[in-house]
Each structure stands twice: as C-alpha cells, then as structure tokens.
C-alpha cells in the first residue's frame, strides 16, 4: 500500500518562502511519477507541478518562477520550494504518486496515491 505523508506547511507572510517535503513509501515495482496538488478554500483541487515520466518537471503558470519541485535527499522523497508566496498560494497541499506508465496513458495529473495534505497560508 503506497503511503505518501507530507510535512512543511505553515503560516507565512506574503513573499516569504516555505519548503514542503513528502516521503513515499510502499511503492511496488516500476517507475513512479510524483507531483504535489493543492486546493484552495472553496475551490477544486489543482495540480501545481510533478516530474514527468522523462524527468522533466512541469508547473502551472501560477506558480512557474517562484515554485520549484525537486527530489529530496532521502530515497522517495519530493519537495516543493515556494518562494514570494502569495496570499493566492493559500491552500492545502498534497504530495501524489502513481506508476508513470498510468500517467503516461491518462494524463499528467491523473494520480490516484495521495497524501493527507499540508496547509499552508500566506498573510497579505
């Protein structure tokens, strides 16, 4: 059973930075793909970024320049470092992770493992 738990989340003041991390484990055999989700008070879940199935790293406009998805420095991690946060970044954050194959097939944000979240909010 894959289990993702995230950690990080906090409260900040617009333009500050927070750093969230997330450790997966369980994960069977094959290549995964992960990315991190948030949703806003009152909206839908959104994808924010994730490592395609080549490496290479995706983000939504919104936050392209300021985010930055990495791997952690222990096995099965992801971080996400969120510099000049804005009060429009106010939401919880989920760590997702799925075998890139399903990814591949169904989308870049088609994930079915998630995490149990992690607030963050960012004062004006």
């Known amino acids: 059973q894959v289990l993702l738990v995230e950690s990080g989340g906090g409260s900040v003041q617009a333009g500050g930075s927070l750093t969230l991390s997330c450790k997966a484990s369980?994960?069977?055999?094959?290549?995964?793909?992960m990315a991190w989700f948030r949703q806003p008070p009152g909206k839908g879940r959104e994808g924010v970024g994730a490592?395609?199935?080549?490496?290479?790293?995706t983000y939504i406009a919104a936050v392209r320049g300021r985010f930055t998805i990495s791997k952690g420095a222990a096995e099965n991690t992801l971080d996400l470092q969120m510099n000049n946060l804005k009060s429009a970044d106010t939401a919880m954050y989920y760590c997702?992770?799925?075998?890139?194959?399903?990814?591949?097939?169904?989308?870049?944000?088609?994930?079915?493992?998630w995490g149990q979240g992690t607030q963050v909010t960012v004062s004006s």
């Open positions: 490592i395609l199935s080549d490496g290479r790293i």
């Open positions: 997702a992770a799925d075998l890139c194959e399903r990814i591949v097939a169904g989308g870049t944000w088609e994930y079915n493992n």
């Open positions: 369980g994960l069977p055999s094959g290549t995964f793909c």
